[in-house]
């Protein structure tokens, strides 16, 4: 097994990753998408899961031939094998111990898998957990800019100046100014919730954003931890067969009788992966046909919304009492607002 550079590797993942939105197929499915009509996109959902199902069975009929075909090559392999008992139990050894080296091997391909994976999710998790903490910072100088104070003072303030309210025997006047200070606090409670900033928030997204670098660290030095590592293992598990394979007798034919039954279950198994990766651009294409309802869905969903908020806002700028579910409403549109 030729170990791959870094810069292999990489061209390698990322080929993979676009191959399905760069298929012929599904470019031609992407254009046409958004005119597409209900029905449209029901027959080709049809047609598609039909193809699947097709598939499936082709797929099924292929798996039977392959291993018979690999029975018929073990048959011959296990008498071209026909040796005597030393080089027998020679062979066992080696045998052993060169599915010990695969067993090994294979680990650390898993490994690999593994923390390849979970480096690319991470990759997303980072930069998102950055602009997080970006985000909070700029509040925090706009909250000093604006409120002057932390929402967690405001709300301490709010909390015993209507305690003292509520419990304490008040003049009218005393009373009335009261009122006016809570007042003034709940506006800038207000604004501070227009902001949204909270020190607490911030410290945990710092916190986030350095746990999954550090994260992204580890899987990144393990990739190449196993990749060595396993490449150790292949090649003494390739030489181990080499030495099997000299240690071997075969009678006349078996040989050729075995290679020709590995040829074509090799051929079954290439027709077996062919198909999956047809299936796998059909479920591509399905996704892709999904992911436009659920945007329509979407869009049709906002428009209702923006329709209720413009009508609301239209009642606030008439001077007319709003309702709590009309306030919630407008403070949800605002988050929205900050968030684009």
């Known amino acids: ?20 939105d760069e ?35 082709k797929i099924d009929q292929l ?5 018979e075909h690999n029975a018929d090559a073990r048959h011959h392999r296990n008498m071209r ?25 294979d680990k650390c391909n898993e490994q690999i898998r593994s923390n390849k994976a979970r480096r690319e999710e991470i990759k997303d998790e980072i930069r998102a957990a950055w602009a997080k903490v970006k985000e909070l910072r700029e509040r925090y100088y706009k ?47 207000y604004s501070a919730h227009l902001i949204g900033y909270s020190s607490d928030e911030t410290e945990k997204a710092v916190e986030t954003a350095k746990a999954l670098s550090e994260e992204h660290d580890t899987a990144h030095q393990n990739v190449l931890k196993y990749a060595e590592k396993g490449q150790v293992h292949h090649e003494r598990m390739t030489k181990l067969y080499e030495k099997i394979d000299k240690s071997r007798t075969g009678g006349s034919g078996l040989h050729e009788k075995y290679l020709d039954s590995r040829q074509a279950a090799d051929i079954a198994h290439k027709k077996i992966v062919e198909l999956y990766e047809k299936i796998k ?4 294409l399905l996704d892709l046909i999904d992911d436009e309802q659920i ?46």
């Open 1 to 20: 097994m030729k170990k791959m550079t870094q810069e292999e590797q990489v061209n390698s993942e990322n080929n993979i990753e676009q191959s399905l």
């Open 23 to 57: 298929h012929p197929e599904a470019i031609e499915l992407q254009d046409k998408l958004s005119g597409m009509s209900k029905d449209e996109m029901k027959k080709d959902t049809d047609a598609f899961r039909a193809d699947v199902s097709q598939m499936s069975s």
């Open 63 to 67: 798996k039977k031939a392959r291993a």
């Open 81 to 105: 094998n026909n040796v005597s008992d030393e080089k027998s139990t020679v062979i066992e050894k080696l045998r052993e111990e060169a599915t010990i080296e695969k067993e090994l091997r």
């Open 143 to 189: 909250m000093k800019d604006e409120v002057g104070v932390m929402p967690e003072q405001l709300t301490d303030e709010i909390r015993d100046l209507e305690w003292q309210q509520q419990t304490t025997s008040l003049t009218p006047d005393e009373d009335a100014a009261m009122t006016k200070r809570i007042t003034e606090l709940y506006e800038k409670a």
């Open 281 to 284: 651009l059909n479920h591509h």
């Open 295 to 340: 945007k329509r869905r979407h869009q049709k969903s906002q428009k209702i919304l923006k329709e209720r908020i413009q009508k609301t806002k239209e009642k606030q700028s008439s001077n007319k009492r709003m309702t709590l579910e009309e306030l919630k409403l407008l403070i949800g549109d605002d988050e929205e607002d900050e968030e684009e």
